[in-house]
């Protein structure tokens, strides 16, 4: 199929972070009308070579986001940029830990009100994950839990656990998923990014989860794929962010197709990698060799594989058989 058609494909995306959508001039806007130093190092903002640089960045970013109309602005800006690639639903996650100060009833709202502005102009949509900062420890992610399911907001439709994979193992995490589980809320957790697929194993085991977010690491486990395709686990992959993890080797997601996974297509953090959701399609769909048929397989799967309640579920799947 050619790039325009690959563009103008209606598109669902799993795993896209908030604080990671935020352009870097936006980013210094924020940080000078908030009173706070530009955020980033001497090698220069969005400028990194380690997981670890860029999670510097990313955690600086999160910091000048401290006002209700920051969150709105951000929200709205980065679902009108995925607009116009196509993007019809996101479920954009979000660390409410990162931002000290802020209260996530009202973050939460700010972002309802740049989500529904972005509907109204665009006719995108998008819902809330409340992402887990690993590093934060197993206390902090209970109470931001427990805090999630008392304020029981409808826009927010999961939890995800992100940040370093080498601090904080999922077993720590346990108790908190458990509580979100048990409240209906949807788990998706990181893992596997780092090529660790004992730890896919054990987000599986442990978390409840029913999507991982990267997961490339199951390519090294037979039993791990197995199992995976068994059970129908739903592998949220970002196209730049394998790439990056998988140096000359290429990128794991076609073979993750090849072999039959439930896989989605996402842009994980936009404008810190320097992409969008049109430019992972496009650099996947020329990878693997794309039909329209191949493409269109991509977002139903993210579709299916969304938190969306099943009535919400249902119009979002028939509104991408009726626009494609």
């Known amino acids: 199929m050619s790039p325009a058609e690959l563009l103008a494909l209606p598109k669902v995306e799993l795993h896209c972070h908030l604080e990671g959508s935020v352009p870097a001039s936006l980013a210094l806007e924020l940080a000078r009308r908030n009173g706070l130093p530009a955020p980033g190092t001497d090698r220069g903002l969005y400028e990194f070579e380690t997981l670890e640089e860029f999670l510097e960045d990313y955690v600086a970013v999160s910091g000048v986001l401290r006002t209700p109309d920051d969150f709105t602005e951000v929200a709205y800006a980065s679902l009108a940029a995925g607009a116009r690639d196509g993007l019809v639903y996101r479920e954009v996650a979000f660390n409410p830990t990162n931002h000290p100060g802020v209260d996530v009833a009202d973050a939460v709202e700010a972002i309802g009100e740049g989500i529904a502005s972005a509907r109204a102009e665009f006719g995108v949509d998008a819902r809330i994950l409340v992402a887990v900062n690993r ?3 197993a206390d902090v992610a209970l109470g931001l839990v427990r805090r999630v399911v008392e304020l029981a907001d409808p826009l927010v439709v999961g939890i995800g656990l992100d940040h370093n994979e080498l601090v904080g193992p999922p077993e720590e995490f346990a108790e908190a998923f458990a509580l ?9 957790a990181h893992a596997g990014e780092r090529g660790d697929a004992d730890e896919v194993r054990r987000t599986l085991d442990v978390l409840g989860v029913t999507r991982i977010d990267h997961g490339y ?9 197995r199992r995976s395709l068994d059970e129908g686990v739903h592998y949220a992959t970002c196209w730049s962010t394998s ?22 297509v996402s842009s994980d953090d936009p404008p810190m ?18 039909t329209l048929a191949d493409a269109r397989a991509v977002v139903l799967a993210a579709a ?8 919400e579920k249902a ?10």
């Open 180 to 188: 979100a589980g048990s409240a209906g809320l949807g788990r998706t």
């Open 315 to 324: 119009a979002l799947l028939e509104r991408l058989t009726r626009e494609a």
């Open 273 to 290: 990698l320097g992409t969008g959701i049109g430019a992972e399609f496009l650099a996947a769909g020329e990878a693997c060799g794309w």
């Open 217 to 225: 690491a199951v390519l090294r486990d037979p039993g791990l794929l």
């Open 135 to 137: 590093e934060h420890g």
């Open 243 to 264: 790439q990056w993890h998988a140096g000359p080797a290429g990128s794991p997601i076609p073979p993750m197709l090849a072999a039959g996974l439930d896989v989605s």
């Open 304 to 311: 299916h594989a969304s938190f969306l309640p099943g009535t």
